[in-house]
């Protein structure tokens, strides 16, 4: 592969079309060369393992805040407002404020309760699609898994979930890469429908108390006094977010790896149903569905006797970082056997890490099994698995699924 700037003393300024043509190759590339790259943009994608885990709770960084949203010309209107409200983009004592209700309710050990729910909500969606012979697995299977699962947390009825879902995929393409200015009308008014659905969710809550997370979650808003109407709904909205897009392309980028791997891999599974954790976590690592992990430089940063200027926007590249030749092993290898360690990096770190990663993995271990307990003969045909984005949320192609 060619490259801008490859063989120069400085490190590259590379465009979003070089990058999302072929990140792995792009990075495998740079990556020995130099720490960093530079996007068009002004944003720097840091590339090395050993560079992106320290950077991520780093003092020297802070998470980003609107410099990358402003960086892509928006200034006002429902975007900024989810992103000047959200505690997915703020930091120290504001940031914490907007934590605090979230975080009893998705501790591990309570996230552990709804294995139980998540297991026979994706039985039950294999089971539905049994006579038909083949399955979306994206828009049929995966995207249903974390919808209904957050749906059901936050209280709301079976029966709105399709317009849940459509709302919260429509908006949360303002976290990819992949979204342009044609695309911003409908995100905005999709923001502004999801918002206006929380709002009363949280208003009927508010005369209607009921024994669950968002009862809960008024109750402690209003006792605490410490955040806007605005920002009580923008939390709601948030969780959305981070429950819906990202597990649901985790899913079907984990099915869509181990059917291509379907003579090996996933008959092993058959066989060892304790390796589906394994294969949760070497999916991640593999081709994550979070290809970064957004900060803000607040001093100069030196890697590698190159800098990061003062207040530019830094990208921690998850999806270089997680095949570092210099941390794992043969990288380019998808192997169930890799050892892992407690927490996966794909998560991020400090106070900012995902605060739905048990659920997560939860959703990603029920969804699997399911589907390897059906004993249904799946294949892919000559189908292949399309994941698009370098930073940010990736996309991921819908991919069917046929059985005999």
């Excluded at 996007?39 to 720097?44: L, P, S």
């Excluded at 120290?92 to 907007?98: F, I, L, N, V």
């Amino acid at each position: 592969m060619s490259l801008p700037g490859r063989n120069t003393v400085s490190p590259p300024i590379l465009s979003f079309a070089t990058l999302n043509a072929a990140p792995h190759e792009v990075y495998r590339e740079l990556r020995p060369e130099f720490p960093f790259v530079q996007r068009e943009d002004g944003a720097f994608l840091v590339l090395r393992a050993h560079d992106v885990q320290p950077l991520v709770s780093d003092p020297r960084t802070r998470q980003i805040e609107t410099e990358l949203i402003r960086a892509r010309g928006i200034a006002d209107g429902p975007v900024m407002e989810l992103v000047s409200n959200s505690l997915l983009f703020s930091n120290g004592e504001t940031h914490r404020r907007r934590r605090q209700p979230l975080s009893r309710c998705f501790a591990f050990r309570m996230m552990e309760g709804l294995r139980a729910n998540v297991r026979s909500l994706a039985e039950e969606l294999v089971t539905l699609k049994l006579g038909d012979g083949e399955m979306k697995l994206r828009d049929d299977y995966a995207a249903s898994i974390p919808a209904i699962t957050i749906a059901a947390i936050l209280g709301i009825p079976r029966s709105d979930v399709p317009l849940f879902t459509s709302m919260a995929y429509r908006v949360s393409k303002i976290l990819t890469t992949s979204w342009t200015r044609e695309d911003l009308p409908d995100i905005e008014l999709a923001i502004n429908d999801l918002s206006s659905y929380v709002a009363t969710l949280i208003d009927d809550r508010r005369k209607h108390p009921r024994a669950d997370f968002l009862s809960d979650y008024v109750a402690s808003v209003d006792e605490a006094a410490q955040m806007s109407a605005v920002e009580a709904v923008m939390q709601i909205v948030s969780v959305v977010l981070g429950g819906t897009d990202t597990t649901r392309a985790a899913i079907v980028i984990m099915v869509g790896l181990l059917l291509d791997r379907r003579d090996g891999l996933w008959q092993a599974l058959h066989h060892q149903p304790a390796m589906v954790a394994a294969a949760v976590l070497e999916s991640l690592r593999f081709e994550p569905a979070v290809a970064s992990i957004p900060r803000l430089a607040v001093e100069d940063i030196s890697l590698d006797g190159h800098v990061i200027p003062r207040g530019s926007p830094v990208l921690l590249s998850t999806m270089s970082s997680l095949r570092d030749p210099d941390v794992f092993l043969d990288p380019g290898q998808f192997n169930l056997t890799r050892p892992q360690g407690k927490w996966h990096p794909v998560f991020g770190g400090g106070e900012h890490r995902c605060l739905g990663e048990a659920l997560a993995r939860i959703e990603m271990e029920e969804a699997l099994t399911a589907l390897v307990n059906s004993l249904l003969d799946l294949e892919v045909g000559d189908q292949k698995l399309n994941i698009r984005g370098h930073a940010g949320i990736r996309q991921v192609d819908e991919l069917v699924v046929r059985w005999r």
